[in-house]
């Protein structure tokens, strides 16, 4: 008996000392993969997106599959007292004011079907000013072909070529696998082509609340170098998957075709942004999270401590704090209230989501400029097989008492189970065959639309 103890406790001495064993190479590969500076700026990534997709998660019940009609209307008010003002003496602000005026009186309709079971995708967009058409056309993809139409230079749908959207569906994924697929393709993207060799280490002292701290320092610097590099690394990887490609297809047709302008200055030569994460010392948990933009003698820094449900939000010109917020958030709720630097309140943001609804409310003065806005989401006259959605977007723009611009967007549409798409397509002709009028009319067509709207 004292024998098998014996035994028995040697094996079960083994047997833990290989679990020590195992668990120590266990926790050096995970603290290994922690301390690397790709893993604090991924899991930053990964913060942003989840809160993104948490605050525009739509609820399953108005989910209606992939075979469904969309059709409404689309109305704006606008106005400027700033632009009515200058456009007596001012031909920029006079054009301006009246693009105001022609899109406030401006109708919109608009339908869009989509029918996975017949591979069929419709649009169609019809904008009028009274009886003036300002735009009509119409998009359709069938059969794996893409045909657009718009009236007024075209009599028949053009083919503008292949495109293989459906083919991102497999047979279990819909649109929102899609959609998830996508997201989670692009932050995959962007935490792969953020690498080690771009972001700098430090071990600083820094105020976390109102104790100074030894942490870690992770930091990211985009000039515009940096930013066209890493839009030319996403663009590469969502046009070399064969599924991120095909969803955006529909969206982005020549995407293939699809470059970042090199000639185009995101940033001046003498700007940049550097986000800084700051890390406790052992186990690298998020402390602060920082951007500084600089712009010659200009410094501005955004801080936030804290979590993504309680935290503090400071703004700082030059080293001198101007704001600070608090900011608490739920899965369905957000409160921000914004102080200046004296300590006063000079603001609210606040978010509310349920099931059929979303509010979103900002009144803000900063400095000598007053915001108001109110976005509101609702859907509503919910049956089984549709309901009406209606958003809602009201804001003003105040600069020393004169309004700069306010308006009042409205979206109305009822989104139906089902689709019947029947275009016919017998008379529609290849892109090749158009006139070079035709050509050059559809090449012209936004800065023809622009300049009407402007007179």
């Given amino acids: 008996m004292k024998k098998f103890i014996k035994g028995f406790f040697k094996f079960l001495f083994f047997v833990l000392l290989i679990s020590f064993a195992v668990s120590l190479i266990l926790f050096g590969l995970y603290y290994s993969k922690i301390s690397k500076k790709q893993y604090a700026f991924g899991l930053l990534v990964d913060q942003v997106f989840d809160k993104t997709e948490e605050i525009f998660q739509i609820s399953s019940r108005y989910q209606l599959g992939d075979t469904f009609t969309i059709e409404g209307t689309f109305d704006m008010d606008l106005s400027s007292e700033d632009y009515q003002n200058k456009s007596a003496s001012d031909s920029t602000y006079f054009k301006k004011n009246q693009l105001l005026k022609n899109l406030s009186n401006m109708d919109t309709t608009f339908r869009f079907q989509h029918d996975r079971e017949n591979e069929k995708a419709y649009l169609e967009l019809n904008e009028k000013i009274g ?29 503008d070529g292949s495109n293989n959207y459906f083919e991102s569906f497999g047979e279990e994924s819909d649109t929102g696998d899609n959609l998830t697929y996508l997201s989670q393709f692009i932050r995959d993207s962007i935490k792969k082509n953020v690498g080690e060799e771009d972001l700098k280490g430090y071990d600083v002292e820094t105020l976390i609340g109102n104790e100074t701290q030894s942490v870690g320092q992770v930091s990211f610097r985009i000039t515009d170098k940096r930013y066209k590099a890493l839009l030319k690394s996403i663009l590469k990887d969502l046009k070399s998957d064969q599924r991120a490609s095909q969803i955006l297809s529909l969206a982005f047709p020549n995407l293939q075709e699809l470059k970042v302008d090199e000639k185009k200055k995101y940033l001046k030569s003498n700007e940049s942004y550097t986000i800084n994460i700051y890390l406790s010392k052992f186990f690298f948990q998020p402390l602060k999270y920082e951007v500084i933009y600089l712009k010659d003698d200009q410094k501005e820094i955004y801080t936030y401590e804290g979590d993504f449900e309680d935290g503090l939000f400071y703004y700082s010109v030059n080293n001198e704090l101007k704001y600070r917020a608090n900011v ?15 300590e006063k309140e000079v603001g609210t943001i606040k978010l509310e989501k349920d099931r059929d609804n979303l509010m979103f409310v900002m009144t803000l003065e900063l400095e000598d400029t007053k915001y108001d806005v109110t976005y509101t989401m609702k859907n509503k006259d919910y049956q089984k097989n549709q309901y009406v959605r209606e958003g809602n977007l009201i804001f003003k723009e105040m600069k020393d008492r004169v309004v700069t611009l306010q308006g009042n967007l ?41 300049n009407r709207l402007e007179k």
Avoid: C, H, P
Avoid at 140 to 147: I, V
Avoid at 420 to 440: A, G, M
């Fill in 328 to 342: 608490q958030s739920t899965q369905k709720k957000m409160d921000i209230t914004v102080y200046n630097q004296y």
């Fill in 410 to 450: 409205l979206l109305e549409s009822k989104v139906t189970k089902g689709a019947k798409i029947e275009e016919d397509l017998t008379s529609s002709v290849l892109e090749s065959s158009l006139t070079t009028e035709e050509k050059d009319s559809i090449e012209k067509l936004r800065e023809t639309i622009q």
């Fill in 131 to 159: 009886e003036e058409e300002i735009f009509a056309g119409k998009y359709l993809l069938d059969n794996s072909t893409e045909y657009y139409f718009v009236n007024g230079i075209l009599q028949n749908y053009v083919n």
